[in-house]
């Protein structure tokens, strides 16, 4: 959802000049700035790294609820395969801004009781430590989903059609807890842009920018 929201703006973004979007699949959308690149490992980006270089900056997007996961297993999804990417950007584009999609109530400590909390906090912190020109990470609270996009996670399309209505007004009652897809993907090319004073941005920070 995020990530639909993220590539919306960067294609209506007049500043923005070309997008690659990497995923197992075909995102189903065709624009004159759009490239699509279909990878299956997203530990191992040898056999496309010609692909990868030159870019101003990465909005990483791809994330998993926790629920019904084992630590090893969230871990992997949320923790190898970010790094993975970071990793191989870091040492192909120093000069590149990182930009990755976290969660408000992460746990920076990585010693706090919930699980999810512990394996975002250990990505931020490691995802810190690389040398890009520019790392920030974003923790979105709840996101209103705008222009037709849809979460793929049954349980939050749900929730949104249980709360869409209400949605809006809470956003404008609670900056620090809702914010919008748009929002999200301005905030991210603005960041990219210009940087912002803290690495960790919170929603209530998403929102200000």
Known sequence: ????????????????????????????????????????????????????????????????????????????????????AGRTLARLSPSMTFIYVSGMGTDSSEQGRSMWARVKGKTENDLLRLPFKGAYMFRPAVIVPLHGIESKTMVYRIFYAAMGPLLPLLKGRFPKYVTTTEQVGRAMIKVAKDGWPKPVLENSDINRV
């Not at 997008?19 to 191992?44: C, E, M, T, Y």
Request: hydrophobic share 40%; proline share 2%; with cysteine.
């Open 1 to 84: 959802m995020v990530g639909q929201g993220a590539l919306r703006e960067c294609l209506i973004d007049p500043e923005v000049q070309a997008v690659l979007s990497i995923g197992r699949s075909a995102i189903g959308r065709q624009h004159p700035k759009l490239q699509q690149l279909l990878h299956q490992n997203f530990l191992d980006y040898s056999d496309v790294e010609d692909r990868l270089a030159g870019f101003d900056a990465c909005f990483f997007c791809l994330g998993v609820s926790s629920a019904g996961m084992s630590e090893e297993r969230y871990s992997h999804v949320t923790y190898d395969i970010a790094l993975a």
